[in-house]
């Protein structure tokens, strides 16, 4: 038992802190919610912090809001493992069935369904406070993202393109970071969210080439076994869209050129993991879909350089 408590994830991002230092009884827990894999959180925060650099510089402030960027990154650790808690509750027959997934707190018996939607529960709770501490619009906003979010884990059976479904459930915060600062919505925080639901198609398609092989056996649809041997060209379509909608947002919130350059050297990182792709290489797959985070990390650099130069440049020479 003690054996099957302490399994790890197979891509659990090696040396993290759940697999060798937490205590064993909390680490199935912490597994559930994925926090041996930040690169979730990751890509699901980035979305938001790109909004509120672009809405800063939109408003013409200097840093993007602090508070809110410290809340999104809290909403967004307790929403991605509220999220994989449902996934993997929904799901835990078909993990069963994968190699990379079998191993999984619950598709491998180390927490009963009911412990499960307790601690998914737990953590929607934390997901909801932060929620609450946004203006109304953004409130009403935020419980919309349910949608997507609920019927994603059904995707799989019935359509080739959950990945999209994922992309407009993990882009969301690309519209709650204008909502959060301005109180409704606007262009450029529709161009951003078009730009990071393209972005989430590329990337998931990517992260989806590990288990082609076992989906097929298993029945589980993707956008990678869809488009086989032509993969990499689709990736580069989603990426291409993601570069076109990305520029849109930056035109349209008036940004200045260390975001053009920034969104630049963005698009460039992601169409070298296109170009990069290897369906037989699983391990290689992993890897360029977790360089996502230094892809978006660097647009967001950009973008918040951006708005405070354009803030701080007339103060000196005006």
């Known amino acids: 038992m003690n054996d099957l408590m302490d399994r790890a994830i197979p891509d659990a991002q090696r040396g993290n802190w759940v697999d060798h230092s937490a205590p064993q009884w909390s680490r199935p827990y912490l597994r559930l919610a994925r926090i041996d894999r930040p690169i979730g959180w990751w890509l699901l925060v980035l979305p938001c912090w790109w ?62 369904v009911k412990a499960a939607a307790l601690f998914c529960a737990l953590q929607c709770l934390v997901g909801l406070f932060v929620l609450l501490s946004f203006n109304h619009f953004a409130i009403g906003l935020g419980f919309l993202s349910m949608l997507p979010v609920l019927i994603y884990p059904f995707m799989k059976r019935i359509t080739s393109w ?3 479904v994922l992309g407009l459930a993990f882009s969301w915060g ?20 078009s730009a990071a639901i393209a972005w989430t198609m590329g ?11 076992d989906d097929a056996i298993a029945g589980i649809r993707s956008t990678a076994r869809l488009f086989g ?25 008036g940004a200045g050129w260390i975001a053009y350059g ?19 290489d699983g391990a290689l797959a992993l890897r360029l879909f977790q360089s996502n985070r230094n ?4 647009l967001f650099a950009g973008l918040a350089l951006d708005a405070a130069v354009r803030h701080v440049l007339p103060t000196l020479f005006g």
């Not at 204008?178 to 606007?186: D, I, K, N, P």
């Not at 990337?203 to 092989?213: G, H, K, S």
């Not at 892809?295 to 660097?298: D, F, H, I, V």
């Open 295 to 298: 892809a978006g990390l660097l």
């Open 262 to 280: 920034a969104a630049a050297m963005f698009s460039a990182h992601l169409f070298s993991q296109a170009l990069r792709i290897r369906l037989e």
């Open 229 to 253: 041997a032509k993969t990499p060209l689709a990736v580069g379509i989603f990426y291409g869209i993601t570069t076109i909608f990305t520029f849109a947002a930056i035109f349209a919130a």
């Open 51 to 112: 909004s509120a650099a672009l809405v800063a510089i939109y408003q013409g402030k200097s840093v993007p809001s602090l508070s809110d960027l410290a809340l999104f990154l809290i909403g967004a650790v307790a929403m991605r493992g509220a999220g994989s808690t449902y996934n993997d509750i929904v799901d835990r027959d078909l993990d069963a069935r994968v190699a990379r997934t079998r191993s999984r707190p619950i598709a491998s018996g180390q927490i009963g």
């Open 174 to 193: 690309a519209l709650m970071g204008w909502a959060t600062a301005e109180g409704a919505l606007a262009a450029p925080a529709l161009w951003l969210y």
């Open 203 to 213: 990337y998931d398609t990517i992260y989806a080439i590990q288990d082609i092989e």
């Open 162 to 164: 959950p990945q999209a």
